[in-house]
Each structure stands twice: as C-alpha cells, then as structure tokens.
C-alpha cells in the first residue's frame, strides 16, 4: 500500500453517529478494531436510533464480508480499503486501564502507527480523541455533514435602499432586484438616512424583493419583532411546506410554530391536525422509564408544548376552544413520540418537531420523508442546547438541514436573536 495512502481508525460512536461513515474515506485504508465490532453486537438490540444505527452498520459491514477476507482487507468502492483488526496485547501504556474497550480500540490505533502507518483517530468522543492526541495520534472528529454554525445562513439581511425604492415596494407590493440571492431570504430595506425600513422576501424566478404582509396577530399571539414578523410570514405561506426556525430560549420559537399551526387547523382548516413531538432526551434516560401508558409517560416531556398551547388558548379566547384536553380528545391536536413517527405516512397536517437539535442529520431525513402530501413540516431548535453525546453545534441535524435546503422553494428559515420571554431569560440565554 503507498505510503500516501492514510488509515482511518473508526471509533463506535462515528457508527452510531452515521451508520455508512466508512464510505466517507476514498481512496485510504478503513480499519475497524473488533472491539468495535463487541460494541455494535452490544447496542443493536437497542430499540432507539442508536440500536437502528448499529443494525445498519453491521449489515454493511456484513455486505463487505462477502467480497473478501476482512482481516487481510476488501477493497470497497471508492478504492477503500476495509480490515478488521483485533487489538494487540501488550504495550499498553501503563497509565491506561486495559479492561475499557476505549482503551483497547487506541491500543490498536497506537500498534498500527508503531508499524509506520499514516494513522488517524476517527471519533465522535472529546474525551477519547483527548486521550488518542496524549498518546501520540492523530485524532480528529467525523466531519461529514458537519456545518461551521457560525456562519450558519440566517434567513435574512439588512440593505440600505433609497426612499423610492421603499415607496415603490409599499405601493406596488414589489421591486425587481438584481442582485443574486437565496430563495426565500428576508431582506430588510433600510432608508439609509432616517429610521424608516420594510420587510421583504426575495423570490428567486421573478427576481424580486416582495413587500411582506404586517401581521397584528396570529391565534392571539402578537410578533414582537421583525424576526418574528418574518417567522410568521413563513409559518402561514401555503407554498412552503418545510420551515426551520433556529434561536436561543426565549426567541418564541416553539410559541410562533404553534399559535400557526393552531390557526391554520382550527380556523383555515387547512391541515387536518397539528401533530407535535420532540426528542426524548432527558438526562440519559428513557422513555419506559416513566410509569403509565404512553400518554401518561410523554405528557411529562411535552410539558413545555402543553404549556406555550395553554397560553395560545388563554390568549386566543374562542368561545368554542374550551381547554387543551378538548382539543385533544377531538384530535386536532396530537402528541407523538418521535420512536413511533418512524414508519407512518403523514398527509394533511402540520407537523412540529421541537427541539429538533438533539436530532442527527439521519432522523431529521427519517421524520421530514414522512410527510405525505399537504402536509408543513416546523422544526425549531436552539444548536448551542444539545443533550445528545454524539452530536454539537456544527453537526446535528436541525444545523445540516438549514444549510442543505437554503435556496429551495419549498424550504423557508429564520434565525431568531432576541428574547422576548423576559429580561431575566434573556440575560441567562446570553450569559450562563
């Protein structure tokens, strides 16, 4: 093998993070410790992602097995090179406690650099990549589909224009606009030598920037601000069927995706029900934990939702909507469990994902591909607020979803910056 060629150590938890990540590696050597392998037996019964994502993996690690001996190495598409390699004995660094299967797995990476290999550290763990760098390795996280969030698209930008220019937009509706921008990108025309502005949104086959509608309020829920206004101008726009709405806590995500999907069930009826879910990450444990039937159990996890719907109902004052169990037993409202969206075809309504940044790149795909025909898929979140080990700022899937679908005329994002929830939980948003 040429010396160029470079070998890439793959952790357990880049499997869990991407079941296909070995196809990442073109044209080097992928050696996959069996240890790895003992991990993967371990989690495959697992009835979460994490279960599916070690399935996966060793069905295709499988597939690669048929075509050649894994321990002398299969040659894969990309011109990978694919071994499975156990770990020597011996030669632990004294320091290091051989029973820990993380240990085991840098030991083999460790052998394989004493051999004279190019070799990498391929892993999802800090602590693990730490631990590879203080032995001598090069250790480096999984990179694929992974976004700078710093530079993440916002949704909107603020451009100084003339007085004509906002007249034109206020009497016409529109003004063409000649300089190339994103699909459903809000652009904020500033009068550059006074304090007047207007809101618009480019549309990409017109070349325009059209005027939007001001919205007094949505389901008695009043925008406070103009990323809100936006927010809304998206959440009630019949042609776009996927909206992400990405902000720290207290920005009205949640709230603004709800108080829409609330009127356009309830008063346009144009969804046949607003079906909300979010991840089930609660420090660690599981749903099963919790005693009760499974309306009982996710009741304590989508509190949050019950409450912001409580205060859209106290806000919207119909005489007809009673209280939430009403709507609830009525079915215009749905709860559901992610684990159990999987699998279903979902026409005609409209979908809430929250906190949608504990999701990987792999379940955001799962759950956006069950919508059926008519129906808006809402996801929010807030990236610098992730409880899964395997996932951060730059690669969840609420990030790589925004950044993969920007420009496409079904797809509309905003970026909320400031807290409207209080003065109190905007200090702590920004300061804690």
Known sequence: MSNTVKTFI?????????????????????VIPLWVLEELDRLKSSRDERGRNARHA??????????????????????ITLRVVLAPQGNMPADLDQHKTDNKILLTALSLQRQGKQ?????????????????????????KQKINFHELFQGYIEIDASQETLSQIRSEGSVPWNDRL????????????????????????????????????????????????MAFDL????????????????????????????????????YSRVLVSRPIIPMGKDIGYLPGAKDEKLSHWMQPVFDNLDYIISAYKN???????????RKLIEVEALTYIRGRSLP????????????????????????????????TGDPYQIDSPYLDANSNGLTVCVEALKGQSLFGHITLHKSERSRL????????
Not at 119 to 143: H, M, P, Q
Not at 364 to 370: D, L
């Open 10 to 30: 793959i952790d357990t938890n880049v499997f869990i993070h991407r079941p296909d990540a070995l196809l990442s590696f073109r044209d080097n050597e992928v």
């Open 58 to 79: 060793v069905r295709l690690l499988d597939e690669v097995s048929r075509h050649g001996n894994l321990q002398e190495g299969v040659r894969m598409e990309n011109n």
């Open 119 to 143: 070799v990498f550290f391929v892993s999802k763990d800090i602590n693990a990549r730490l631990k590879a760098t203080a032995l001598g390795l090069k250790a480096v996280d999984y990179e």
């Open 182 to 229: 994103i699909q459903n990108q809000f652009v904020v025309l500033k009068e550059s030598r006074g304090e007047e502005r207007c809101i618009s949104r480019y549309r990409d086959t017109e070349g325009i920037l059209e005027g939007i509608k001001q919205i007094p309020s949505v389901s008695g829920i009043k925008p406070l601000n103009q990323e809100q206004q």
């Open 235 to 270: 959440l009630l726009d019949d042609s776009i069927a996927l909206v992400s709405l990405v902000g720290k806590a207290g920005t009205g995500k949640t709230l603004l995706a709800l108080a829409a999907g609330f009127n356009q069930v309830l008063v346009e009826k144009k």
């Open 319 to 329: 005489q007809n909507i009673k209280n939430l169990d009403s709507l609830i037993a």
């Open 348 to 379: 005609g309504q409209y979908i809430i994902i929250d906190e949608a940044q504990n999701l990987s790149p792999h379940e955001i795909k799962t759950i956006v591909s069950r919508a059926g025909s008519g129906t808006k898929v809402v996801l």
């Open 425 to 432: 939980a905007e200090l702590a948003a920004e300061l804690l």
